[in-house]
């Protein structure tokens, strides 16, 4: 697994334990475990930490939100199709020992804010979205009720299991 962290945030982050979290995350949700049939001998996942001008950018660019935010996630195409066909389980070891799942971007500023209002430090706040921007590259989203409630159901799991192995619970 390889996960590849650029801070470009101006903050002093503990960027060990963020990519410990990251892999222990893609293995615990078991999603990509045997995926249509295939074990992946790579998984790409590219996390950058950014300041308050960058996310703002990024998140008008994308979004059309001008607006700063706490995460934001791309996912790669690659891997949304092979979701959604059975080629690889077909097709054993062509082309699918790989993926690329995609970057996630997050802004320490807001989420700093929203850690305050969550009762949360900063590194735990930063924990929970990185949880969140990595389900979102998994297929999970948040826009409907139901959604919604299988995702966040998913992250408490995946953040208590967390906080357990390291033993901060």
Same mark, same amino acid.
């Given at each position: 697994m390889e996960i590849n962290i650029d801070n470009r945030s101006g903050r002093e982050l503990p960027l060990e334990h963020i990519e410990a979290l990251a892999a222990f995350t893609i293995k615990e949700s078991g999603l990509l475990e045997g995926f249509s049939g295939q074990q992946f001998d790579r998984i790409e996942l590219s996390l950058s930490f950014v300041d308050t001008d960058e996310i703002t950018k990024l998140n008008g660019e994308y979004r059309s939100k001008p607006q700063p935010t706490d995460v934001l996630s791309f996912e790669m195409d690659d891997f949304l199709e092979l979701a959604q066909t059975d080629d690889?389980?077909?097709?054993? /070891?062509? /082309?699918a020992s790989g993926i690329l799942l995609g970057d996630i971007v997050i802004n320490p500023d807001v989420a700093e804010k929203h850690a305050v209002i969550e009762e949360l430090d900063l590194e735990e706040e930063i924990w929970v979205l990185v949880i969140h921007g990595i389900l979102h590259l998994l297929g999970y989203d948040h826009m409907e009720a139901d959604e919604a409630s299988i995702m966040e159901e998913l992250e408490d799991r995946l953040f208590n299991a967390w906080l357990e192995k390291t033993e901060r619970s």
């Open positions: 690889a389980a077909a097709n054993p /070891g062509e /082309g």
